[in-house]
């Protein structure tokens, strides 16, 4: 029991510190920002709008379907967290 509450910390942990950075590299993969910062919409440093922002502008629903990936990725960290437990308080007896 106690080793599954361990475990089952460690991925928890792991998870919580990766959601920060994966939604960082999603962010700039649907390319809704550019490098600098500025919109898709914006020109920057009079170039033309849309510098680095290739998926946003092809395809703006793929660009928000990848956008969900970091929300679906909390949702699995929070299933884990559940799962940990509700197996935990089984093998105790609790349930």
Known sequence: ?????????????????????????????????????STCTEAVDGGVAGANCQLYLASQWGATVLKLVPGFFALGILGIGIAVTYSSLRQAGVV
């Open 1 to 37: 029991m106690i080793a599954n509450l361990i475990g089952g910390f460690v991925a928890i942990l792991i998870g919580t510190s990766l959601v920060g950075p994966v939604s960082t590299e999603v962010n700039t993969a649907a390319g809704s920002t550019n490098a600098t910062g």
